[in-house]
RNA sequence: GGGCGUUUAGCUCAGCUGGGAGAGCGCCUGCCUUACAAGCAGGAUGUCACAGGUUCAAGUCCUGUAAUGCCCACCA
């Protein structure tokens, strides 16, 4: 009845397999449990244009690691998925397709190519879900969202219509970000500063009615079209005479008054600043200031209008060439200097954003930002790390009214519906049939759409079912922890705590866990410029997803960077395949007998693995507790490899090989039990391989996926047995040590003596004379409180309150041996010394805890003894 | 201009609330020991960036310095 597993394990043939059983079975399915506490996660919803990546990895692994403990420690668990519909992405990604069989999207008009949205998201939305499912995740996927399905769509437009009528949305016209190339207003966060080389053009105007110019420097030359004044400081003295006269702009020929603001700085520059209060924030606030004109020059598309006279229609680049060339042949130019500036571009395309004048909604900001703010000073919200607290309270803090409106089709549709007669505005669910004002029938429905962050904003409850009461939303929400990447604090965790305290009432989660940026070998950002991307996929077809998922938090701290590399990948797949060849191992051993043990039968060595077992089921509870989940594989991988695989199965053997042992029994269970310990501690890290092999070791559960977590046990607390085997585990190196320096094959089995005064000490060797025998490559083994029959060429091993006496008198350079014991008194003499300053020290026996006290009192016994042990052997060496 | 990281073995990185420096990879030596050569046994390697300070005790806390990285910010 057990199968036979392969030398190796190979990933490929069984990962699929059984992750369609856990889809089948429904394991990940939330089901709510009024008396217990859930435990829920919400995605952060990946983009429906995404391609999966190592950074979505990472951060899905995450999350499952924390959705499988707590599923597996009994809490009814949710973990929400979901995709984001991405507005300006998918909508660019859809043109672009289009602009391939020559269509635009005018051509099509607003129905029908929203039509072939929703047609393109049937064909490829659903890739990226499929790839997280390839990572393993946990997800819920019945509950399976999309931001502009029916449900998440009522609820994006519920809560416009309730800030609208709150008067926190409003409609304005006002200096936008606008990007040339999408054609739409994009938000200040959108908005990416990357330093440019640039020119410093300095130019000059005529004073009118002087002979007089009045020198000033630009980056962007061409938006001097749109001139409305030109400002100096009040308090320059250079230019106060000139204030209240005009200038005459250029090719325009228009008259533009000298103005005095504050905001001219009179050491930068020439100290006069051109004013274009229709293309720049800080004009802008000039002009309100001075009650400007404000001259909108440009096109959506960013070329120029028919403000610029006779530039209209040049692209803005082109018209800035021609204005330097025209001003040169003037004699209005001065100098041209490089300069490196930094040019907002719009992060999704990466073309350069102009600052334009338009007419947009934006959510006012002043009022929601607060109870967000004070969410995070009283506890409510925290970071892991908690350093990362600080971008989002400066964010908070600096907040500027959200511009929410969105110049594309595809998106939520913002509900305001406008009278053509009166152009009364009306904000309702519903297209009203007639003006709500004067009863005219023409109406028709804003053109824009909303950025997609104002519906991730809603995504914890509006997933959940709200605004609807649903169960699901009563049970799940508030959610416990929301894993994200540091880039998206502003642009969406913020967003949601303040939506969510506004509509509900509370916070949306308690822990904000930021996981760290995926790097590759050379510590470089992964990205498609670069080709230096690893692709999670091409690592779970060579490796599996186990091998990917372990090699991604083995070693990763909150917060911190992540690099990947074959070479890291490479050694988790090495542990994944140790763990399945400890199984092998047990299977062969395992019968088909039930095997069971009491305490009583336990051996010293299953007590000392149980022992050490359930202080690593301590360790790891507290540790992903707290989020510290590279520690805690770190912990499991090192017990499993070192302490199970390379000494308690080792020292088993015997009596596993032995048939007639009555122990036998015993080790068989003991081996079964911290396999599974380690199995069930593994699993929410690398959740396939150790469901195919907990299938394998018992009968009697159907999944691990649903098996109850390790939990810490003080009947299992063994400190005697833990001691002892440690003992013979430092006797047994010390033996292991000496042999490999002097080159004694593993094949020459010596007979040892063992000198021990203490008859409890005695007593211990006696229960480890197998290990020293087969892992000290011994064969008789006297143990006597005396130095009766000791050869006096025979080696002398000391450890701990014993000498181990081994015959290589034959193989021993007395020379060498003498070098050995000198080097060895030397170390000890060290480290007694080390005891005794501490100990000597008054300040460390008044002030230090007695427990540390006590311990470096027996090192320092321990130590003494030892030395004084070695002298003796030296002496005899010498003799 | 502000803010925040990082600096620990050749490389990549752990090291929680201060109590004798760790892992993986790489390197050296020896092993096909009936779970595993994707393995076993043994070994070498660190003024924990630097300088001060607090403390009985500092990789860990405080101050400063230097390199390096990221984020924010309207200097025309």
Same mark, same amino acid.
Request: net charge negative; hydrophobic share 40%.
């Given at each position: 009845?057990?199968?036979?597993?392969?030398?190796?394990?190979?990933?490929?043939?069984?990962?699929?397999?059984?992750?369609?059983?856990?889809?089948?079975?429904?394991?990940?399915?939330?089901?709510?449990?009024?008396?217990?506490?859930?435990?829920?996660?919400?995605?952060?919803?990946?983009?429906?244009?995404?391609?999966?990546? *190592?950074?979505?990895?990472?951060?899905?692994?995450?999350?499952?690691?924390?959705?499988?403990?707590?599923?597996?420690?009994?809490?009814?668990?949710?973990?929400?998925?979901?995709?984001?519909?991405?507005?300006?992405?998918?909508?660019?990604?859809?043109?672009?397709?289009?602009?391939?069989?020559?269509?635009?999207?005018?051509?099509?008009?607003?129905?029908?190519?929203?039509?072939?949205?929703?047609?393109?998201?049937?064909?490829?939305?659903?890739?990226?879900?499929?790839?997280?499912?390839?990572?393993?995740?946990?997800?819920?996927?019945?509950?399976?969202?999309?931001?502009?399905?029916?449900?998440?769509?009522?609820?994006?437009?519920?809560?416009?219509?309730?800030?609208?009528?709150?008067?926190?949305?409003?409609?304005?016209?006002?200096?936008?970000?606008?990007?040339?190339?999408?054609?739409?207003?994009?938000?200040?966060?959108?908005?990416?500063?990357?330093?440019?080389?640039?020119?410093?053009?300095?130019?000059?105007?005529?004073?009118?009615?002087?002979?007089?110019?009045?020198?000033?420097?630009?980056?962007?030359?061409?938006?001097?079209?749109?001139?409305?004044?030109?400002?100096?400081?009040?308090?320059?003295?250079?230019?106060?005479?000139?204030?209240?006269?005009?200038?005459?702009?250029?090719?325009?020929?228009?008259?533009?008054?000298?103005?005095?603001?504050?905001?001219?700085?009179?050491?930068?520059?020439?100290?006069?600043?051109?004013?274009?209060?229709?293309?720049?924030?800080?004009?802008?606030?000039?002009?309100?200031?001075?009650?400007?004109?404000?001259?909108?020059?440009?096109?959506?598309?960013?070329?120029?209008?028919?403000?610029?006279?006779?530039?209209?229609?040049?692209?803005?680049?082109?018209?800035?060439?021609?204005?330097?060339?025209?001003?040169?042949?003037?004699?209005?130019?001065?100098?041209?200097?490089?300069?490196?500036?930094?040019?907002?571009?719009?992060?999704?395309?990466?073309?350069?954003?102009?600052?334009?004048?338009?007419?947009?909604?934006?959510?006012?900001?002043?009022?929601?930002?607060?109870?967000?703010?004070?969410?995070?000073?009283?506890?409510?919200?925290?970071?892991?790390?908690?350093?990362?607290?600080?971008?989002?309270?400066?964010?908070?803090?600096?907040?500027?009214?959200?511009?929410?409106?969105?110049?594309?089709?595809?998106?939520?549709?913002?509900?305001?519906?406008?009278?053509?007669?009166?152009?009364?505005?009306?904000?309702?669910?519903?297209?009203?049939?007639?003006?709500?004002?004067?009863?005219?029938?023409?109406?028709?429905?804003?053109?824009?759409?909303?950025?997609?962050?104002?519906?991730?904003?809603?995504?914890?409850?509006?997933?959940?079912?709200?605004?609807?009461?649903?169960?699901?939303?009563?049970?799940?929400?508030?959610?416990?922890?929301?894993?994200?990447?540091?880039?998206?604090?502003?642009?969406?965790?913020?967003? *949601?705590?303040?939506?969510?305290?506004?509509?509900?009432?509370?916070?949306?989660?308690?822990?904000?866990?930021?996981?760290?940026?995926?790097?590759?070998?050379?510590?470089?950002? *992964?990205?498609?410029?670069?080709?230096?991307?690893?692709?999670?996929?091409?690592?779970?077809?060579?490796?599996?997803?186990?091998?990917?998922?372990?090699?991604?938090?083995?070693?990763?701290?909150?917060?911190?960077?992540?690099?990947?590399?074959?070479?890291?990948?490479?050694?988790?797949?090495?542990?994944?395949?140790?763990?399945?060849?400890?199984?092998?191992?047990?299977?062969?051993?395992?019968?088909?007998?039930?095997?069971?043990?009491?305490?009583?039968?336990?051996?010293?060595?299953?007590?000392?693995?149980?022992?050490?077992?359930?202080?690593?089921?301590?360790?790891?509870?507290?540790?992903?507790?707290?989020?510290?989940?590279?520690?805690?594989?770190?912990?499991?991988?090192?017990?499993?490899?070192?302490?199970?695989?390379?000494?308690?199965?080792?020292?088993?053997?015997?009596?596993?090989?032995?048939?007639?042992?009555?122990?036998?029994?015993?080790?068989?269970?003991?081996?079964?039990?911290?396999?599974?310990?380690?199995?069930?501690?593994?699993?929410?890290?690398?959740?396939?391989?150790?469901?195919?092999?907990?299938?394998?070791?018992?009968?009697?559960?159907?999944?691990?996926?649903?098996?109850?977590?390790?939990?810490?046990?003080?009947?299992?607390?063994?400190?005697?047995?833990?001691?002892?085997?440690?003992?013979?585990?430092?006797?047994?190196?010390?033996?292991?040590?000496?042999?490999?320096?002097?080159?004694?094959?593993?094949?020459?089995?010596?007979?040892?003596?063992?000198?021990?005064?203490?008859?409890?000490?005695?007593?211990?060797?006696?229960?480890?004379?197998?290990?020293?025998?087969?892992?000290?490559?011994?064969?008789?083994?006297?143990?006597?409180?005396?130095?009766?029959?000791?050869?006096?060429?025979?080696?002398?091993?000391?450890?701990?309150?014993?000498?181990?006496?081994?015959?290589?008198?034959?193989?021993?350079?007395?020379?060498?041996?003498?070098?050995?014991?000198?080097?060895?008194?030397?170390?000890?003499?060290?480290?007694?010394?080390?005891?005794?300053?501490?100990?000597?020290?008054?300040?460390?026996?008044?002030?230090?805890?007695?427990?540390?006290?006590?311990?470096?009192?027996?090192?320092?016994?321990?130590?003494?003894?030892?030395?004084?042990?070695?002298?003796?052997?030296?002496?005899?060496?010498?003799?």
């Amino acid at each position: 009845m057990k199968r036979e597993l392969e030398k190796n394990y190979n990933p490929k043939v069984i990962e699929d397999r059984i992750y369609k059983n856990w889809l089948d079975k429904k394991y990940f399915s939330a089901k709510i449990d009024k008396s217990k506490k859930p435990f829920t996660i919400v995605i952060p919803p990946p983009n429906i244009t995404g391609q999966l990546h *190592m950074g979505h990895a990472l951060n899905a692994t995450i999350q499952d690691i924390l959705i499988r403990t707590k599923r597996m420690q009994g809490f009814p668990t949710l973990w929400l998925p979901g995709t984001d519909h991405a507005a300006i992405a998918t909508e660019a990604r859809i043109v672009d397709k289009m602009a391939q069989e020559g269509i635009t999207k005018e051509d099509l008009g607003r129905e029908k190519f929203l039509e072939r949205a929703w047609a393109w998201k049937d064909e490829y939305g659903g890739i990226i879900t499929e790839q997280f499912k390839k990572l393993g995740s946990s997800c819920d996927w019945d509950r399976e969202r999309f931001t502009m399905d029916e449900g998440l769509s009522a609820a994006v437009l519920e809560v416009f219509i309730r800030l609208y009528e709150k008067g926190y949305i409003y409609k304005g016209e006002r200096l936008v970000n606008w990007c040339p190339y999408c054609e739409t207003a994009i938000s200040d966060a959108e908005v990416d500063h990357e330093e440019k080389q640039g020119h410093f053009w300095h130019l000059k105007y005529k004073i009118d009615g002087e002979d007089e110019y009045l020198e000033f420097a630009t980056t962007r030359p061409e938006t001097l079209l749109g001139d409305t004044a030109i400002a100096v400081n009040p308090n320059d003295e250079r230019y106060q005479k000139y204030i209240g006269k005009t200038v005459t702009v250029p090719i325009v020929n228009r008259q533009i008054p000298i103005i005095a603001d504050n905001y001219v700085e009179m050491d930068f520059g020439t100290g006069v600043v051109k004013i274009t209060p229709a293309h720049d924030p800080n004009d802008f606030e000039v002009g309100k200031r001075h009650n400007l004109d404000i001259i909108n020059i440009m096109n959506n598309d960013g070329t120029l209008n028919e403000n610029a006279g006779s530039y209209q229609g040049l692209d803005r680049y082109e018209a800035r060439k021609k204005i330097i060339e025209e001003f040169k042949e003037m004699g209005l130019f001065t100098q041209a200097r490089e300069i490196s500036h930094s040019v907002g571009t719009h992060e999704r395309c990466k073309k350069t954003v102009e600052p334009l004048i338009k007419e947009q909604w934006f959510v006012s900001m002043s009022e929601m930002a607060k109870p967000a703010l004070d969410a995070l000073y009283n506890g409510e919200v925290r970071f892991v790390p908690e350093r990362f607290s600080k971008i989002y309270s400066h964010w908070l803090e600096n907040i500027q009214d959200w511009c929410i409106s969105r110049q594309i089709w595809w998106g939520h549709r913002i509900p305001a519906y406008y009278c053509e007669d009166c152009g009364h505005i009306t904000v309702k669910l519903e297209a009203p049939s007639a003006c709500e004002k004067c009863n005219s029938v023409k109406i028709y429905q804003d053109e824009d759409t909303l950025d997609t962050w104002f519906s991730s904003a809603l995504w914890p409850f509006s997933t959940l079912g709200w605004p609807n009461k649903t169960e699901d939303l009563e049970y799940f929400f508030p959610t416990n922890v929301l894993v994200t990447g540091q880039d998206i604090i502003f642009f969406w965790v913020v967003r *949601m705590v303040f939506s969510s305290i506004e509509n509900m009432g509370e916070v949306p989660f308690k822990d904000v866990l930021i996981n760290g940026t995926v790097r590759d070998s050379q510590g470089r950002k *992964m990205s498609k410029s670069l080709d230096n991307g690893i692709d999670p996929l091409d690592i779970i077809a060579e490796y599996g997803t186990d091998a990917l998922r372990l090699s991604l938090i083995l070693g990763n701290a909150a917060g911190a960077d992540q690099r990947v590399s074959f070479e890291k990948i490479e050694s988790s797949r090495n542990f994944i395949n140790k763990i399945w060849n400890a199984t092998r191992f047990a299977m062969m051993n395992f019968e088909d007998s039930e095997i069971t043990a009491n305490l009583n039968d336990l051996m010293p060595q299953d007590k000392w693995i149980l022992s050490k077992a359930n202080t690593l089921i301590k360790e790891v509870t507290q540790n992903i507790e707290n989020y510290e989940l590279g520690v805690a594989v770190q912990k499991i991988y090192d017990f499993a490899w070192d302490e199970f695989c390379d000494w308690y199965i080792e020292m088993i053997k015997p009596r596993l090989y032995n048939k007639d042992d009555k122990t036998r029994n015993a080790a068989l269970f003991t081996l079964k039990e911290t396999l599974t310990i380690i199995l069930k501690l593994l699993h929410p890290y690398i959740p396939f391989v150790t469901e195919e092999i907990f299938l394998t070791i018992q009968e009697k559960e159907e999944t691990i996926v649903l098996s109850e977590f390790p939990k810490f046990s003080e009947e299992l607390v063994f400190s005697q047995e833990e001691a002892d085997i440690e003992l013979i585990k430092s006797a047994i190196k010390s033996i292991r040590n000496l042999r490999a320096e002097m080159n004694v094959l593993p094949s020459k089995k010596v007979n040892m003596t063992i000198v021990c005064e203490d008859e409890k000490l005695g007593d211990v060797f006696k229960a480890g004379i197998s290990f020293l025998q087969t892992l000290g490559y011994a064969n008789e083994i006297l143990i006597q409180n005396d130095n009766v029959g000791i050869n006096k060429d025979d080696v002398a091993i000391i450890v701990s309150g014993a000498v181990i006496y081994m015959p290589f008198s034959e193989l021993v350079d007395i020379e060498k041996e003498i070098l050995r014991l000198e080097k060895e008194i030397e170390n000890l003499k060290k480290e007694v010394s080390r005891v005794e300053n501490k100990l000597e020290n008054e300040g460390f026996t008044a002030k230090a805890p007695q427990k540390l006290i006590d311990e470096e009192k027996a090192k320092g016994e321990k130590y003494k003894a030892m030395l004084l042990e070695t002298e003796k052997q030296l002496e005899k060496l010498r003799k």
